[in-house]
């Protein structure tokens, strides 16, 4: 397969949205436009081939399209707001905010249908297939390698909610502060870590992972309603088994069931949220560095300041200098 059959993926579905026009350029900014709704998506060749797409718009009606495409392509997407179905090649499959997919897919058919009650905002990576190849090259051949992946079907999809570490990356990507080359260099270095994290994950994880015990839906729940509340007492939280007492789950299920679900451990996510929300404390300008440990549940300003520094590279300090 040549590189240019991403693309071609990228131009049927665009049509599907009335933006139509094939990316002849690096990067290129496309306006969605009335009666499909308003908004933009940016397409973004990198030097070795692949495409990152950020759709961001909102549709002034619920929307279905279909297109057919005999190219092989693997995707890594973020659907960061929005709701909606895909239908590939017979099999339906719902795409929900919040959550990350890789998607595996050669010689398929996709039926899509979107909701038009909330804004669509979406971040995908485009690999071609001889790509995946080469960062797989060191890899045994087997149940790795594209092919293996995706057996007889003609499309295969992982997903798993997107944790906080992802988060950040992705935000990284959207805030980008460069122009032009240096843009498209920093972009592709961002895809290239996001792709070994999800390779890592979907591909290469070892097989105890495999053995983790199965939650019900009440389980997944309470471990929702567990995380719920550390984001409401992050500046006291309880500890974990009080933490599991109050949702009903014991402690192991608890720390299974976070793992699986949020990516990290339980006190791994509490760390990365009181983090997040220091960092838009500080952006606010409406706290100083002291007042904002003590706001995140930090009573020793150094342990604060070293957490920060190895959340986001930057001493809390120093970034308020730089405001």
């Known amino acids: ?24 350029e690096a990067s290129v900014q496309l306006p969605v436009h009335e009666p499909i709704g308003d908004g933009v998506i940016q397409r973004l060749v990198t030097h070795s081939g692949m495409e990152i797409v950020y759709a961001d718009y909102r549709l002034s009606a619920n929307h279905a399209f279909r297109f057919s495409s005999e190219a092989a392509m693997v995707e ?44 669509m905002r979406s971040v995908a990576v485009g690999i071609p297939l001889q790509l995946f ?35 950040y990356i992705v935000q990284q990507m959207l805030d980008c ?16 870590e996001l792709l070994g994290i999800h390779f890592q994950t979907f591909l290469f994880e070892q097989e105890q992972d495999k053995s983790l015990a199965r939650l019900s839906k009440s389980d997944l729940d309470k471990i929702r309603e567990a995380g719920h509340i550390l984001l409401q007492r992050m500046d006291c939280p309880p500890s974990l088994l009080e933490l599991s007492r109050m949702v009903g789950l014991n402690d192991f299920k608890l720390k299974i069931g976070f793992k699986e679900h949020f990516g990290t451990t339980v006190f791994g996510y509490l760390r990365d949220k009181r983090m997040e929300h220091a960092m838009k404390l500080l952006l606010s300008g409406e706290m100083n560095v002291t007042q904002t440990a003590g706001q ?21 300090s120093e970034l308020l200098r730089r405001q």
């Open 296 to 316: 995140v549940g930090y009573a020793n300003l150094s342990h604060f300041s070293e957490a920060f520094r190895k959340k986001f590279g930057i001493n809390p």
């Open 177 to 192: 502060p460069f122009h032009h080359t240096a843009r498209r260099l920093y972009l592709e270095g961002k895809a290239l």
């Open 76 to 119: 890594l997407s973020f659907c960061l707001e929005g709701a909606g179905e895909v239908c590939v090649s017979g099999e339906r499959h719902e795409l929900s905010a919040g959550t990350c997919y890789l998607h595996f897919m050669e010689r398929f058919d996709a039926a899509f249908e979107y909701d038009e009650r909330s804004p």
């Open 133 to 167: 190849h080469r960062f797989l090259g060191d890899e045994p051949r087997g149940s790795r390698n594209f092919t293996g992946v995706l057996g007889s079907r003609s499309f295969r999809k992982f997903q798993k909610p997107i944790d906080p570490q992802v988060s």
């Open 1 to 24: 397969m040549n590189t240019a059959s991403i693309h071609d993926i990228y131009n049927q579905y665009l049509q599907g949205l009335h933006v139509s026009r094939p990316i002849a």
